[in-house]
């Protein structure tokens, strides 16, 4: 039985040139194993932290293409913002037709002058299916508080004839800014 299937099979191909071959061996194994699609995360336009309630920010995760014959997973640690230390799973469905998934970062708005906090997702661990192309998004919260700087009004002093006379001014600040020296 086993001459005859290697006749018959050689009789099947002997009529296709190695190109049909090619095709066919890529349609019907090639879509299970996947085209090695790539993931990647953008790099979104800061946000003003504000003074109250919550700020987000929203990183995009895309792929390339689905997958017809696999799901597709990646990783992710958030590192900033509320979700400091925190991360998680995106999973991206077998032929789905969505290619792009959300990671939000959030901080607490506040009155307080501050640097600009700094944040940033890192995917890692992609299925054996994908691979990473850009790895890390980053972005900030920006701090839209202002510190307030007043001078009092001194009683006047009058000036003399023969020796110094000083008037004293008070300078207050009602807020350090950490990004001045």
Same mark, same amino acid.
């Given at each position: 039985?086993?001459? &005859? &299937?290697?006749?018959?099979?050689?009789? &099947? &191909?002997?009529?296709?040139?190695?190109?049909? *071959?090619?095709? *066919?061996?890529?349609?019907?194994?090639?879509?299970?194993?996947?085209?090695?699609?790539?993931? $990647?995360?953008?790099?979104?336009?800061? !946000?003003? !932290? @504000?003074?109250?309630?919550?700020?987000? *920010?929203?990183?995009?995760?895309?792929?390339?293409?689905?997958?017809?014959?696999?799901?597709?997973?990646?990783?992710?640690?958030?590192? =900033?913002?509320? !979700?400091?230390?925190?991360?998680?799973?995106?999973?991206?469905?077998? @032929?789905?037709?969505?290619?792009?998934?959300?990671?939000?970062?959030?901080?607490? =708005?506040?009155? #307080?002058? !501050?640097?600009? %906090?700094? #944040?940033?997702?890192?995917?890692?661990?992609?299925?054996?299916?994908?691979?990473?192309?850009?790895?890390? @998004?980053?972005?900030?919260?920006?701090?839209?508080?202002?510190?307030? *700087?007043?001078?009092? $009004?001194?009683?006047? %002093?009058? %000036?003399?004839?023969?020796?110094?006379?000083?008037?004293?001014?008070? #300078?207050?600040?009602?807020?350090?800014?950490?990004?001045?020296?």
């Amino acid at each position: 039985m086993l001459p &005859f &299937f290697k006749k018959a099979s050689f009789l &099947f &191909f002997s009529n296709y040139r190695k190109e049909r *071959i090619l095709l *066919i061996a890529f349609v019907l194994f090639g879509f299970s194993l996947g085209f090695g699609q790539t993931i $990647s995360i953008d790099d979104p336009a800061p !946000e003003a !932290e @504000g003074d109250a309630l919550t700020s987000t *920010i929203d990183f995009t995760v895309t792929i390339d293409a689905s997958d017809p014959g696999a799901d597709i997973t990646v990783d992710y640690d958030i590192v =900033g913002g509320n !979700e400091d230390g925190t991360g998680g799973t995106l999973t991206f469905l077998t @032929g789905t037709a969505t290619l792009s998934q959300t990671v939000s970062v959030t901080t607490n =708005g506040d009155t #307080v002058v !501050e640097a600009d %906090e700094a #944040v940033s997702v890192t995917l890692s661990n992609a299925s054996a299916n994908a691979s990473i192309g850009t790895a890390v @998004g980053n972005s900030s919260f920006t701090d839209d508080d202002t510190s307030g *700087i007043s001078i009092d $009004s001194p009683a006047s %002093e009058a %000036e003399g004839d023969a020796l110094t006379s000083t008037i004293d001014f008070t #300078v207050t600040i009602d807020a350090s800014d950490p990004g001045a020296d």
